[in-house]
């Protein structure tokens, strides 16, 4: 592989093929590279994909590609032992005009590689970059067992595992707190019973999240698909250390919870995986660029914890590496002078705009783990005693409320709570 | 078969797809640290494969299971992660 590339992008999830379907387009040399045996083939997600940064790439993308169910209801549930709160919302907008969408990376990834390479891009899979190529302390090209390859810009689009930032010099070792382990497993139903059980129509569906019960920051998610379920659990690794219990084991708690159990009763598992979340927020996000080379999505750790996004960061961050790729190769200068650029545009763009904005978020939750365990307790709790009918009168109902209320939490610590709360989003 | 039985690992594992490379992409750095492992055995708490057990004096790694979430690395040390080759590990069908 003597050819020299205007670009290398090693990974093909969202983010490397935004770059590479947006420099080839420009009429950019470029080659990605894939270590699974196809694009997805190692990615895993929640989880949804969002029409409007989709279709930055592909216009009405959900003609074509391998979609499974467009969402049109959230779900909120708070969950204590043997109970759970649901708060949720439905839309009839969200059928008129799209907002997500759940997929399976295994068979979305590849559809849209193929964008990518329809633009001119090649991809080349089953081969593992694992080293960048340093010279003068500028990146030159990336190494992988079929040999060195050179470009002018290495682009980084290889996860949250990701090696060539860490090789580069670019990122440290992951923060136990900053990342999420997530435990997931794809359950087949047939269509109808879904559709059944959770209250859709033909292709509708419904993406939930599910807090409390559990260790600490632990949060279950749930996503509706065709003819299967996504189910699963993250929690971060500090958070699952302390703990002493398994990631199955939990995995396994949430699925028996008698909330949850009845949704996915009689489905059969069809496949299991785990992943990493980097969801530090912006005090972990990588030093995104350096002569040479840019680093986009997971592999920067751009993930918007709080909202639940992923994939549009990955997709926008890829896009805008793109973009300063082509004004570099315009320049004829591929040093941090030009790339520069492309972290001030990510500062510019809601990417890092939210996640500075939330920059307290991830831990003030951290070191106030109560928010996920005793207010959904205390939601539980509360709904109940509300419910329970026998006689006694709703003024001594209404005060013993108040009274379990204020021996959980007390009035002082309810103001601060919600003071922090105020504060952090405002 | 339904979900309410719950599977071991193994036999969830026997759902995925993996391609086994005969080199193992997961090692430990300094075996004699675990010996006295300063994290009460991390990396078998964590994976949520089982690929890590302790078998009479020593850690061992059935690297086969792994599905590459990097769980184990960032608990310790005194883990050597790599990617498996190209086109080998864990091979998603859904993901």
């Known amino acids: ?426 | 078969m339904t979900a309410q039985r719950v599977l071991s690992i193994e036999d969830k594992l026997y759902r995925d797809r993996f391609k086994v490379d005969e080199e193992p992409h997961l090692w430990i750095k300094d075996p004699k640290m675990c010996v006295k492992c300063p994290f009460n055995f991390v990396c078998i708490r964590v994976c949520p494969t089982d690929v890590y057990k302790w078998e009479e004096d020593k850690i061992t790694i059935t690297y086969d299971a792994c599905v590459e979430c990097g769980a184990c690395q960032i608990a310790c040390y005194d883990i050597g992660w790599k990617h498996p080759k190209g086109g080998f590990g864990i091979s998603y069908k859904y993901g």
Do not use: C
């Open chain 1, 1 to 426: 592989m003597a050819e020299k590339f205007d670009s290398v992008v090693v990974g093909a999830g969202p983010a490397g093929i935004a770059a590479a379907y947006t420099m080839a387009k420009a009429g950019l040399n470029v080659l990605v590279v894939e270590k699974g045996e196809k694009p997805g083939a190692k990615n895993v997600f929640g989880g949804i994909i969002f029409k409007h940064h989709t279709e930055q790439i592909a216009p009405e993308f959900w003609k074509t590609a391998p979609i499974e169910r467009r969402v049109v209801e959230y779900q909120y549930w708070f969950l204590s032992k043997e109970s759970h709160v649901l708060v949720s919302h439905r839309n009839q907008r969200f059928n008129d005009q799209y907002n997500a969408f759940t997929v399976h990376r295994a068979k979305f990834d590849p559809w849209f590689a193929k964008l990518a390479e329809d633009a001119g891009a090649t991809i080349i899979n089953r081969t593992t970059a694992d080293d960048v190529i340093k010279e003068n302390g500028k990146i030159v090209g990336v190494k992988t067992e079929r040999g060195e390859i050179s470009a002018d810009v290495v682009i980084a689009a290889d996860g949250v595992n990701s090696m060539l930032a860490r090789q580069a010099g670019l990122r440290e070792e992951l923060d136990p707190d900053a990342v999420v382990l997530t435990v997931k497993e794809v359950v087949a139903l047939p269509k109808q019973r879904i559709e059944e059980r959770f209250n859709l129509g033909p292709d509708e569906g419904v993406a939930a999240l599910l807090v409390g019960w559990g260790p600490g920051m632990h949060a279950g998610f749930l996503y509706t698909n065709r003819d299967t379920l996504s189910i699963g659990i993250g929690v971060s690794m500090r958070d699952l250390d302390k703990s002493g219990q398994r990631p199955n084991a939990l995995l396994e708690q949430f699925k028996s919870h008698p909330s949850i159990a009845p949704l996915i009763r009689d489905a059969e598992l069809k496949e299991y995986s785990a992943h990493l979340i980097p969801e530090g927020g912006y005090d972990h996000v990588a030093r995104v660029y350096m002569d040479g080379m840019l680093v986009v999505g997971d592999a920067a750790m751009l993930v918007n914890a709080i909202n639940w996004e992923g994939t549009n960061l990955a997709l926008t961050s890829g896009i805008i590496a793109g973009e300063t790729a082509i004004e570099a190769k315009r320049k004829g200068d591929f040093s941090s002078r030009t790339l520069a650029k492309y972290r001030q545009r990510l500062e510019q763009s809601f990417v890092l705009r939210d996640l500075r904005k939330y920059r307290n978020v991830p831990s003030f939750f951290s070191t106030h783990p109560h928010f996920f365990t005793l207010y959904p307790e205390l939601a539980n709790e509360l709904a109940y005693m509300w419910h329970v009918v026998d006689d006694e009168t709703k003024d001594e109902r209404i005060k013993r409320m108040k009274s379990t209320l204020f021996k959980r939490r007390s009035k002082l610590g309810l103001v601060s709570d919600a003071f922090h709360l105020w504060r952090l989003f405002s």
